[in-house]
């Protein structure tokens, strides 16, 4: 256990399992990487009652089988429809974050801090202190890979309360959009167009929110 406790032997050990899992499954023939959203609908319809559970378990080990993750958030849409297709994403997205912060936050948290600069520690200190809305912003424009963005933020100090109910928030929009574009049958132009009315109002509130927390912060220091 003392062995553990360095983070280098942490890291190492971390970097073993996940390579080991990734050629089990690909021994096993597992892999996704250009598999289709109808395919995999029948394959997870076969299933029966037990198709959610497998859909979230593949959403979990998805960067080791190589599974798309746009093609994996809208198949939930073809599977289940909107509606029901956003609470099976929802529940997978948010297992997969946390799962990924709490492994960056445990196994190489400690070694980057380590390394980090004042300037760099600043702004650590500064998202510790505005995790909430930092993560906020990032769910709401994904700008950056969901395993990233998992991984980047566990390596702050943001707390993991913000980190989970942000992204529990801000990936809503996005969540919806993906599974109302798999379930949809009307055309692509308007279906764009509708992804684009989420992203709009997400950042219409998010400014509409910013704007009043600032104000209120303002008002505190002053």
Do not use: C
């Given at each position: ?150 991984f980047s933020l566990s390596l702050t100090q943001v707390k993991f ?62």
């Amino acid at each position: 256990m003392k062995r553990l406790k360095n983070p280098w032997i942490r890291l190492f050990a971390l970097i073993i399992v996940l390579t080991v899992l990734f050629f089990i499954f690909r021994l096993s023939s597992i892999d996704f990487s250009r598999i289709r959203e109808t395919e995999f609908r029948n394959w997870v319809k076969s299933l029966g009652v037990l198709g959610p559970l497998a859909y979230i378990l593949i959403y979990l080990f998805r960067p080791l089988i190589l599974f798309p993750a746009g093609v994996l958030s809208s198949a939930a849409g073809i599977i289940w429809g909107t509606y029901q297709g956003f609470f099976y994403l929802l529940i997978a997205a948010n297992i997969s974050s946390t799962a990924e912060f709490i492994i960056g936050r445990y196994f190489a948290r400690d070694l980057i801090h380590k390394h980090l600069n004042k300037q760099i520690t600043f702004i650590d200190k500064k998202i510790e202190n505005h995790g909430f809305l930092t993560v906020l912003l990032i769910r709401l424009i994904p700008n950056i890979a969901w395993d990233i963005q998992n991984f980047s933020l566990s390596l702050t100090q943001v707390k993991f309360r913000d980190y989970f109910f942000a992204t529990f928030i801000g990936i809503m929009p996005g969540s919806f959009a993906f599974v109302f574009l798999g379930s949809s049958l009307i055309k692509v132009f308007f279906s764009r167009n509708a992804l684009g009315l989420f992203l709009a109002f997400s950042l219409f509130i998010l400014i509409y929110y910013l704007r009043g927390r600032f104000k209120k912060e303002k008002g505190i220091s002053s």
